[in-house]
């Protein structure tokens, strides 16, 4: 059995669909509330879905599970209440971790990009103590999976009890299909897809950065399949413990992104560059580019999808569609 939180998000709801074509015994905490959720999983429906409240009680039963993917977070940028955030990013992750650490079984999570800041420290995703003590988060989300990280190096440096496998994964720029309930943290290519529809020009921001152009601002944006390809190599290689970076090592400019969109439309790419909104200035990654070195040496070799190939993907497949839901 594998317990995914977060099982109705964005990424949680892609990796049911895959868990779903293995046949695999999936059980999903998450919350579907008033905002059609739902329809995340209307294609492969779960056999069992706990509410977050309900998950302490759940995990007392002990039931027979054997891997948790913990996805579930708090996960808006702009976040700011802080007790809401540690006690739903910081405190049930290490609930978890402790629980799993405890009856043996594997624990895998999602981490974030947003944990390098503003990328001054590098993109090194070395999980030792010193290496994650020099990163500086913008925002409090990005600083609460940064806390997470460094709670476990610190775990694991002690050598206190700790799951049969542990692995945490950074995820950076992600966009596909089932996001379409993130609010205003839904991918800029969604974004600038309904641009497009609307018959509107793709607005971009202006820079904030000296050096920097409009439009060049840059992000390693990763398709959702290379994401559930990152995911379950490691529910297939228990052996494969650590921190690792998931991005697909390339960083591509908003303005190549708006070009790819453009192409998947057939219509000419005319950009309109708008001020940066108050609440972004400061908080914002003006570049972000992994480094996959660690996570190939563990042994995932996965092609990654240009971002190209993974816009016009998104667009044909999807949000062109009737039903633009996997």
Same mark, same amino acid.
């Given at each position: 059995?594998?317990?995914?939180?977060?099982g109705?998000?964005?990424?949680?709801?892609?990796?049911?669909?895959?868990?779903?074509?293995?046949?695999?015994?999936?059980?999903?905490?998450?919350?579907?509330?008033?905002?059609?959720?739902?329809?995340?999983?209307?294609?492969?429906?779960?056999?069992? &879905?706990?509410?977050?409240?309900?998950?302490?009680?759940?995990?007392?039963?002990?039931?027979?599970i054997?891997?948790v993917?913990?996805?579930?977070a708090?996960?808006?940028? !702009?976040a700011?209440?802080?007790?809401?955030?540690?006690?739903?990013?910081?405190?049930l992750?290490?609930?978890?971790?402790?629980?799993c650490?405890? +009856?043996?079984?594997?624990? &895998?999570?999602?981490?974030?990009?947003?944990?390098? =800041?503003?990328?001054?420290?590098?993109?090194?995703?070395?999980?030792?103590?010193e290496?994650?003590?020099?990163?500086?988060?913008?925002n409090?989300?990005?600083?609460?999976?940064?806390?997470?990280?460094?709670?476990v190096?610190?775990?694991?440096?002690?050598?206190?009890?700790?799951?049969?496998?542990?692995?945490?994964?950074?995820?950076?720029?992600?966009?596909?299909?089932?996001?379409?309930h993130?609010?205003?943290?839904?991918?800029?290519?969604?974004?600038?897809?309904?641009?497009?529809?609307? =018959?509107?020009?793709?607005?971009?921001? +202006?820079s #904030?950065?000296? =050096?920097?152009?409009?439009?060049?601002?840059?992000?390693?944006? &990763?398709? &959702?399949?290379?994401?559930i390809?990152?995911?379950?190599?490691?529910?297939?290689?228990?052996?494969?413990?650590?921190?690792?970076?998931?991005? !697909?090592?390339?960083?591509?400019?908003?303005?190549?992104?708006?070009?790819?969109?453009?192409?998947a439309? =057939?219509?000419a790419?005319?950009i309109?560059f708008?001020?940066?909104?108050d609440?972004?200035?400061?908080?914002?990654?003006?570049? !972000?580019?992994?480094?996959?070195?660690r996570? +190939?040496?563990?042994?995932? #070799?996965?092609?990654? !999808?240009?971002?190209?190939?993974?816009v016009?993907?998104?667009?044909?497949?999807?949000?062109?569609?009737?039903?633009?839901?996997r």
């Open positions: 059995m594998i317990l995914v939180t977060g109705a998000g964005f990424i949680g709801s892609n990796l049911h669909a895959e868990l779903n074509q293995r046949m695999a015994d999936v059980v999903i905490v998450d919350e579907l509330g008033h905002f059609g959720k739902w329809r995340n999983l209307h294609k492969h429906p779960p056999s069992e &879905i706990i509410h977050p409240s309900d998950l302490t009680d759940y995990l007392a039963t002990h039931p027979p054997e891997v993917v913990h996805l579930g708090v996960s808006e940028t !702009t700011t209440d802080g007790d809401l955030v540690w006690r739903t990013n910081v405190t992750s290490q609930e978890l971790w402790h629980w650490a405890d +009856r043996g079984v594997r624990f &895998i999570y999602a981490s974030s990009a947003s944990t390098y =800041g503003d990328g001054s420290a590098g993109f090194d995703d070395t999980p030792t103590i290496a994650l003590e020099r990163l500086r988060p913008l409090l989300y990005g600083w609460s999976k940064h806390a997470f990280d460094l709670w190096a610190r775990e694991v440096a002690a050598g206190r009890n700790r799951p049969p496998q542990w692995a945490g994964l950074k995820f950076f720029n992600v966009y596909g299909p089932n996001e379409y993130k609010g205003p943290m839904v991918s800029v290519v969604k974004v600038k897809h309904d641009q497009i529809r609307a =018959g509107d020009s793709i607005t971009l921001f +202006r #904030d950065q000296i =050096g920097i152009a409009d439009g060049e601002q840059a992000r390693d944006f &990763i398709w &959702i399949d290379d994401v390809a990152g995911l379950t190599f490691l529910l297939d290689h228990p052996a494969v413990n650590g921190l690792f970076n998931l991005g !697909t090592g390339t960083a591509r400019s908003y303005a190549d992104l708006a070009r790819a969109v453009c192409a439309h =057939g219509v790419t005319e309109v708008v001020p940066m909104p609440r972004l200035i400061g908080q914002y990654q003006s570049f !972000t580019q992994a480094s996959v070195d996570f +190939r040496a563990a042994g995932f #070799d996965a092609t990654f !999808t240009s971002l190209e190939d993974g016009a993907r998104y667009v044909t497949n999807f949000l062109n569609q009737p039903d633009p839901y």
